[in-house]
C-alpha cells in the first residue's frame, strides 16, 4: 500500500498526523484568537471575518488525529487527540460564552441564525471536510486550505453556542450545540472510512 502513486508512507502519515495532536500553549492562543474573530464576524453578519477566523483555527490536526487512532486502534493517539480536541471546543466555547455576555447580540444576524439549525447541506459539508482533511495528510498535500473547510464546519457552529448561551437565547443554543455535534461525528466517520478505503 505504501507504494502508491502520490501516496506518503505509513510512518510519515503518523508523524504528520501526531504532530497535529499536541496539546500546547500555541494551539490554544490560536484557538482563542481564531473564536474571537468568528464571535465578532457572526455578530456583524460578516462573511468576510468569519472565514479569517476559519484561516487561522487549528482544529484540521487533532480530528485527523482522532480519526487515525480510531482507524488504527490506538488508544494512546486517541486518548491525545481528545484531549487536544476536548481543549480546544471548551476553551473555544468559554470565550464565546462570554463573549456573549458582554456583546450586544443581534438575532437579525443571518450568520448567527442560520447555524441554529442542522440541514442535509451542513451535513454534507462535514462528510465533505473529514474526507478532505484525511486526504491532505495521506497525500502529502499542503493541509492549510482543508484546515479552513475542517474549521467552518466547527467553529462557527461552537461560537454560535457560546453567543447563545451568554446572551440568555437558550433554545437556540441548544440548535448550534446539536449542529456543532453532529458536523464533529460527520468529519470524524467520514475522515475513518477515508483512512480505510486507501487501506491505511
Not at 485527523?64 to 481543549?87: E, F, I, P, Q, Y
Not at 498535500?141 to 453556542?161: E, F, K, S, Y
Request: with cysteine; aromatic share 4%; net charge negative.
Amino acid at each position: 500500500n505504501e507504494n502508491v502513486v502520490g501516496r506518503i508512507s505509513r510512518e510519515e502519515l503518523y508523524a504528520d498526523v501526531t504532530s497535529g495532536s499536541k496539546l500546547n500553549a500555541v494551539y490554544l492562543a490560536m484557538v482563542i484568537l481564531s473564536t474571537v474573530v468568528a464571535a465578532v464576524g457572526l455578530v456583524r453578519d460578516d462573511v468576510a471575518v468569519i472565514i479569517g477566523a476559519m484561516v487561522i483555527a487549528p482544529l484540521l490536526g487533532p480530528n485527523v488525529s482522532m480519526a487515525l487512532s480510531a482507524t488504527l486502534g490506538d488508544l494512546d493517539l486517541g486518548w491525545r487527540s481528545l484531549k487536544a480536541n476536548a481543549a480546544g471546543l471548551f476553551s473555544s466555547l468559554g470565550v464565546a460564552l462570554l463573549m456573549g455576555m458582554l456583546m450586544n447580540i443581534d438575532l437579525d444576524s443571518q450568520q448567527l441564525i442560520s447555524r441554529t439549525t442542522v440541514s442535509l447541506g451542513d451535513i454534507t459539508i462535514a462528510l465533505a471536510a473529514g474526507g478532505a482533511g484525511v486526504l491532505a495528510f495521506t497525500r502529502g498535500v499542503p493541509a492549510t486550505i482543508v484546515g479552513v473547510m475542517v474549521a467552518v464546519a466547527l467553529l462557527p457552529p461552537l461560537v454560535n453556542v457560546g453567543l447563545l448561551l451568554g446572551s440568555g437565547y437558550g433554545n437556540l443554543a441548544i440548535g448550534s450545540l446539536i449542529l456543532t455535534c453532529t458536523n464533529l461525528i460527520c468529519i470524524n466517520l467520514a475522515g475513518i472510512l477515508t483512512f480505510l478505503i486507501q487501506g491505511v
